[in-house]
């Protein structure tokens, strides 16, 4: 009963840790495309829009959409874990289900942040969204902020950031994957860039907001970078070592190959080699959480999140 009862708590941080990486990553990407159509009014909207579906993996349908339709799904629409309110929902209720382990002031974050999204939905519909991502974008960078100060750095916060590692890499390939592979609706690199929250960062680096693919060796490859697929990769490892798991253990071994093939890449065929790498990597990030989940959940699947009442 013990370990089902470990079983369920770390299973809880892990979809915690991504729940809250995906809200806020989903924030910062359609603060990106607002801001570009408020900077560019003569972009075509619904190509816009349907780009914002085709990085998150929703079906845009053959009517014309706009990014009204766009936030209503993807921003306010509760019962979604694809959409913000529903996966920060997801995370309040994976993170109550893991109290013991998580700090008091982590719960806090996310309760709080939770019981203020109808007040700044009402608003934006009248205001315009800023304020709403805004506080998406603020809470979920304070709630891992918390995670990494009150936390003892011990299995709990790995599985949380284990969770956030790998949501992170899948979020990055997904942005890369729309400006790589779909080029009737791609972001250019400068939206590519500001959704990442990578703008400054890489202006630092190379001295200026280059629209150059250079973006994708960033996003990929950058040692320093946080977000970038290369160091939530090595992030990702640790904490399966921290766990005990061995170079060939099936959760492990996906990803060390992939930070392995990601550290000796020959940026000189980056570009030719980029729609099978980003494959390649989201495939990885896959056969991993579906490991972890077999090895360290195996007696359900991820917990769902039920419409409740304030």
């Not at 946080?226 to 099936?250: I, N």
């Amino acid at each position: 009963m013990n370990d089902v009862i470990l079983s369920r708590i770390a299973e809880s941080l892990t979809w915690t840790g991504r729940y809250v990486e995906r809200a806020d990553a989903t924030g910062r990407i359609l603060d990106a495309y607002l801001h570009r159509m408020l900077e560019d009014p003569w972009r075509d909207e619904d190509a816009a829009c349907r780009s914002l579906y085709a990085i998150l993996g929703v079906d845009a349908g053959a009517d014309r959409v706009d990014m009204q339709q766009v936030l209503d799904q993807l921003a306010f629409d509760a019962r979604s874990t694809c959409s913000i309110e529903g996966a920060l929902g997801a995370a309040r209720l994976n993170a109550r289900s893991a109290r013991e382990a998580v700090s008091s002031e982590m719960w806090e974050c996310l309760n709080s942040t939770w019981h203020a999204l109808g007040d700044r939905r009402r608003a934006a519909r009248r205001t315009g969204p800023y304020a709403y991502l805004e506080l998406v974008r603020s809470r979920a960078a304070l709630f891992f902020g918390l995670a990494d100060s009150t936390m003892s750095r011990d299995d709990s916060w790995r599985f949380m950031v284990l969770g956030r590692s790998l949501e992170r890499v899948d979020m990055t390939v997904r942005l890369l994957s729309v400006r790589v592979l779909d080029a009737a609706h791609a972001p250019d690199w400068p939206t590519l860039l500001s959704a990442s929250g990578a703008d400054e960062a890489y202006a630092r680096v190379h001295s200026g907001f280059g629209d150059t693919p250079r973006v994708a060796e960033y996003l990929l490859l950058d040692r320093d970078f946080p977000r970038s697929a290369l160091h939530a990769l090595t992030t990702a490892e640790e904490c399966l070592a921290a766990l005990g798991r061995p170079r060939q253990d099936p959760a492990r071994s996906p990803v060390g190959r992939a930070r392995t093939r990601l550290e000796y890449l020959d940026t000189a065929s980056l570009e030719e080699q980029l729609p099978v790498l980003l494959r390649d990597l989201q495939q990885a990030c896959m056969a991993s959480a579906d490991a972890v989940a077999e090895r360290f959940f195996p007696y359900q699947g991820p917990v769902e999140w039920a419409q409740e009442g304030a």
